[in-house]
Structures are given as structure tokens and as C-alpha cells.
């Protein structure tokens, strides 16, 4: 499976974004979705992750309650809806699909399938 997140964008501290992962070569029904950022310097950062068998949601504490993610099957789509954005969201953004939801860091995800990634920028 390919992915292209997409979505990102320049924005204001409070404001709003919904980022998009579109799969092509497969379904992405059987997949879980994960989505990391990385900021300039850092090492690249878990955010969240949905799972394909119940749709249950996993958050980082950074991002719990002002993140959603979801998922639409029928469009072979997820997203990342951000709320309340703050500057340190700023990053580039990549989903990442496997076969479950797995841990916290790159190496925990190692063999998926990752896609390119969408700037986020928040700033006044």
C-alpha cells in the first residue's frame, strides 16, 4: 500500500487542521493507521494510531484531547483532525499503515508502510 498525507498547511495558535492519509495499491481496511510528526531537529514522535479490527484510538498524552483520528474505509482514507493547535505541533506530519496499532517509537513500526510527510505550521 502507498500513502500521501496531505492537509497541512500554515495556522494560527488555536486554530484547526484536518489532515488526510489516502491509500492507493490496496485497502486500507485491514490496516491500522498511525500518524507521527517530526519537528526541525528532533527525532520523529508518535501522535496517534487507529486500529482496523475495532477502531479503537490511541493518543500521546501531548495530544490527548485536541487530536481526533478516524477513518473512512468507503474512501480508503484517514485523518487526523487537530484542534487547538499550539506552536509546538509545528512538524512534518506522516501516516504510516500496519498491521496493528503498534508502540511509541519508529522502530516499534519498522516494516510498515510509511508515506510522505505534510507540513504543519503553527504560528502568529
Known amino acids: 500500500v502507498q500513502l500521501q498525507a496531505s492537509g497541512g498547511g500554515l495556522v494560527q495558535p488555536g486554530g484547526s487542521l484536518r489532515l488526510s492519509c489516502v491509500a492507493s495499491?490496496?485497502?486500507?481496511?485491514?490496516?491500522?493507521i498511525g500518524w507521527f510528526r517530526q519537528a526541525l531537529g528532533k527525532e520523529r514522535e508518535w501522535v496517534s494510531c487507529i486500529s482496523f479490527i475495532d477502531g479503537s484510538t490511541f493518543y500521546a498524552d501531548s495530544v490527548k484531547g485536541r487530536f481526533t483520528v478516524s477513518r473512512d474505509n468507503a474512501k480508503n482514507t484517514g485523518y487526523l483532525q487537530m484542534n487547538n493547535l499550539k506552536p509546538e505541533d509545528t512538524a512534518v506530519y506522516y501516516c504510516?499503515?500496519?498491521?496493528?496499532?503498534?508502540?511509541?517509537?519508529?522502530?516499534?513500526?519498522?516494516?510498515?508502510?510509511w508515506g510522505p510527510g505534510t507540513q504543519v505550521t503553527v504560528s502568529s
Open positions: 495499491g490496496d485497502t486500507l481496511d485491514s490496516y491500522a
Open positions: 504510516v499503515a500496519a498491521d496493528i496499532c503498534w508502540g511509541s517509537t519508529t522502530a516499534d513500526w519498522t516494516g510498515s508502510h
